[in-house]
């Protein structure tokens, strides 16, 4: 007749539960931490097997055995549990064979033991050897849970979730492995609720892997990803006193951080003085400093710092970072040098060339004047001279483009640069009217060549334009810049076309670089008038660009 044996469905169901633990954290081995999991879950099932074995009604030599078997899954459980803790919180470089040895000494030792005979298994179990392998594994435990705890404590919050569920593996099975009641060869009664929190344990490690991401997304210990940064890391206290750095660091200031620990930063970061003081310790503050070293080289430093506050919005410390930027340094002084020479080439070339323009266009004027005005000939001379104004156009539209985004951005007054633009269009008696009050756009030093080439366009292709008119309106939460006249508008097909480059009948160029001048600095430019009814220009200036006469202020809100 069958008997029911305490424990025996929750030792079943341990056995299952960790059989999909070992099979879940195997199809995750490439994570960190991964396989050693799998090796401890593999010895806890090798474990469970035969401490539920014991508890069957069989024979002394059969429970021998399984109390052995009981004894192998410690043996592996023991450094195996070590050594994915050390792995999950970033303590690798720590594991060794020499380290993995020490822990597995005991364990392996006393399973060694009852397999050869020497001491009964039974007598491993109770007595002083029971205290010394309990003792061993208890002192593995408490040096995984305080790299766990530590870990819990600076750990993001997406990630504490998981790793509690790995402090619940440490503490539960452990205490059920080395509980007397299940170390003993006779079943007890307290036997069904050790293996009881067995299976808890088992659980929470599941739902660790399978709901809180652990082995997918395996959290990054301090060690771990300070050390891979190629930047020098240096945190300090309130004072500025260092209290750790990262491996760059050391380099950088070729001392290890228990040397320098406690001493303020300016006496081994000679350059900190300077970026102390434009630093007030609320907001981060940046410093670029340049060194000559003893062999000639000179070497370029960007320090950055900013505050660490608490959840009390308190300053705590300061977060000191100092990165090497020679190689970016030398390639922008190598490209400023390049843009140096060819600017010098650049402007002595038009400055020629501009020259025998002149004479071209001068001989051309006398030529012309002496040709008569009936014959074939007055007409080439005409285009020799329209050719030579027009090449004399493209050269300072080049050197305009040329120039875009060299300077800063800075604050204009769209009236006066709309005023200061309107000669050509007295030239040609064509009169303005501009509301735009104080009215200001943060923008490419060249803005008022927008409205230059504006006007410019307006009565080259206007059709016998006579009023222009500047205003400022808003619409969609945007303030426009309008730029209208009263001639033929601009053809519904071409609105797009006339900012592209070559497309018109002169240059092609006044409108394409007024869209780029204005898109340097994130403003945009159309045509939306009505055919017939003049053409109007509708300049969009973001809020970040834009405000009302506010002095004092240098760069964009």
């Not at 007595?127 to 766990?148: D, E, K, R, W």
């Amino acid at each position: 007749m069958y008997t029911y044996i305490p424990g025996t469905f929750i030792m079943v169901a341990s056995l299952a539960i960790a059989s999909v633990l070992a099979v879940a954290t195997w199809k995750r081995r490439e994570a960190t931490g991964a396989r050693t999991f799998f090796l401890f879950a593999l010895s806890v099932l090798i474990w469970l097997l035969g401490e539920g074995s014991i508890l069957l009604p069989l024979g002394s030599e059969w429970r021998i055995f399984w109390i052995e078997v009981a004894l192998l899954g410690i043996a592996i459980m023991v450094p195996a549990w070590m050594a994915f803790v050390m792995q999950y919180t970033g303590k690798e470089q720590k594991i060794t064979l020499v380290t993995t040895a020490l822990a597995a000494i005991i364990p392996a030792t006393t399973f060694l033991l009852s397999l050869s005979g020497i001491m009964p298994a039974t007598d491993l179990m109770s007595g002083s050897p029971y205290f010394v392998l309990a003792g061993a594994v208890y002192l593995v435990v408490i040096i995984s849970i305080i790299f766990l705890v530590a870990m819990l404590l600076a750990a993001p919050v997406m990630y504490r979730r998981q790793i509690g569920f790995v402090l619940m593996c440490a503490l539960i099975p452990w205490a059920a492995i080395l509980s007397p009641s299940l170390m003993t060869p006779v079943p007890t009664p307290g036997a069904g609720c050790c293996i009881l929190c067995v299976m808890t344990a088992s659980l929470a490690a599941a739902t660790g892997a399978l709901k809180a991401g652990l082995f997918g997304t395996v959290p990054l210990s301090k060690d771990r990803y300070l050390n891979s940064l190629t930047d020098g890391v240096f945190v300090l206290d309130p004072q500025f006193r260092l209290v750790e750095m990262n491996r760059k660091g050391e380099e950088m200031v070729r001392h290890h951080s228990e040397e320098l620990a406690g001493l303020p930063v300016a006496e081994f970061i000679n350059y900190f003085p300077e970026l102390q003081k434009g630093y007030g310790g609320t907001s981060e503050a940046t410093y670029v400093q340049s060194i000559n070293k003893a062999d000639g080289r000179r070497e370029h430093y960007e320090l950055r710092i900013s505050p660490i506050i608490d959840w009390r919005s308190r300053t705590t410390g300061h977060f000191l970072l100092v990165r090497d930027i020679s190689r970016l340094k030398e390639t922008e002084d190598a490209l400023l040098r390049a843009q140096k020479k060819t600017s010098i080439l650049n402007q002595i070339s038009q400055h020629d060339i501009k020259n025998q323009l002149e004479v071209i266009i001068g001989y051309g004027g006398i030529l012309e004047e002496l040709t008569p005005d009936d014959s074939e000939q007055k007409r080439y001379v005409r285009r020799i001279i329209e050719a030579s104004e027009m090449i004399t156009e493209h050269l300072g539209a080049a050197k305009d483009y040329r120039d875009l985004g060299l300077k800063v951005p800075e604050w204009q007054s769209v009236a006066g640069a709309a005023e200061r633009a309107a000669r050509i269009l007295k030239n040609h008696g064509v009169t303005l009217e501009v509301e735009a009050g104080g009215f200001e756009v943060y923008a490419d030093p060249l803005f008022g060549k927008v409205f230059y080439n504006l006007y410019e366009n307006a009565i080259r292709h206007g059709g016998g334009v006579t009023a222009m008119r500047v205003s400022v309106s808003e619409a969609g939460g945007e303030d426009l810049i309008v730029v209208e006249d009263n001639g033929k508008g601009v053809a519904a097909g071409t609105k797009e076309k006339i900012f592209e480059r070559k497309y018109g009948s002169h240059t092609g160029l006044g409108l394409f670089l007024t869209r780029e001048i204005l898109s340097a600095t994130g403003i945009s430019i159309r045509e939306c008038g009505v055919p017939g009814n003049g053409a109007r220009f509708e300049i969009r200036v973001p809020p970040s660009r834009c405000r009302r006469s506010r002095r004092g202020e240098d760069q964009p809100g």
